[in-house]
C-alpha cells in the first residue's frame, strides 16, 4: 500500500513539475530579471460630501376600475307644519305623548326606488418613482469625484485609498 502512494506521488511530481520549470525558464530568458509585483497599500479615509442626487426609477402600472354615474340623491320633502330639526323638548314631549294615548305609529314610508346607475369599466394608469441610487459628488484632497452609490451617504463618505509605485510594463494587480 505503501508503495502504491509512493508511485501516485512521484506521477503527479512528474506531471506538475515539467510545465513549472518551462514556466520558470521561459521568465527568465526575457531579460534576466526576476519580477516582483509591488503590494498594494490600503487605508480608509473619509471625503467630504459636496451633493447628493437621487436617481429615480419610474415603474408604471394600469388597473380597470369600475365607475358609475350617481345619481344627485332627492331631497327630503318634509311637511310645512313640522319643524325641519325638532329640540330636545319637543321629542320627549312627543315621546312621553305617545305613551299615553292609543294612537298606533304609522307604518314607515316605503324607500324611494333607487334608480339605476350608468356603470363602466375605465382603465386607470398609475406611474410610481422610488430613488434606486444616488449620484454623490464629493472631495477627497482638493479632488472633486462622482460616483455612483446605492446608499445616501449623508455628510461624509467613506473611501478605501489604495496606493501602489508605478511600473510601465508591469500588470495590474487585481481588484476584488
Do not use: H
Request: net charge neutral; hydrophobic share 35%.
Amino acid at each position: 500500500m505503501r508503495r502504491l502512494l509512493e508511485l501516485t506521488l512521484l506521477c503527479t511530481a512528474c506531471c506538475v513539475l515539467p510545465p513549472a520549470l518551462a514556466q520558470e525558464a521561459g521568465e527568465g530568458r526575457d531579460d534576466g530579471r526576476i519580477r516582483v509585483v509591488p503590494a498594494e497599500n490600503v487605508k480608509i479615509e473619509y471625503a467630504q460630501v459636496l451633493r447628493v442626487e437621487p436617481v429615480y426609477q419610474t415603474l408604471r402600472a394600469s388597473r380597470t376600475e369600475e365607475r358609475c354615474d350617481e345619481p344627485a340623491p332627492a331631497a327630503k320633502e318634509q311637511p310645512a307644519g313640522e319643524p325641519k330639526d325638532p329640540g330636545v323638548f319637543t321629542r320627549m314631549f312627543d315621546s312621553v305623548k305617545g305613551m299615553f294615548t292609543d294612537e298606533k305609529e304609522a307604518p314607515p314610508a316605503a324607500p324611494a326606488p333607487v334608480p339605476p346607475r350608468n356603470c363602466r369599466l375605465v382603465q386607470v394608469d398609475r406611474q410610481f418613482q422610488r430613488p434606486i441610487a444616488y449620484d454623490v459628488d464629493y472631495v477627497y484632497k482638493g479632488t472633486k469625484y462622482r460616483s455612483r452609490l446605492a446608499e445616501d451617504p449623508g455628510n461624509r463618505l467613506r473611501i478605501r485609498v489604495s496606493v501602489t509605485p508605478w511600473e510601465a510594463d508591469a500588470p495590474l494587480p487585481a481588484t476584488p
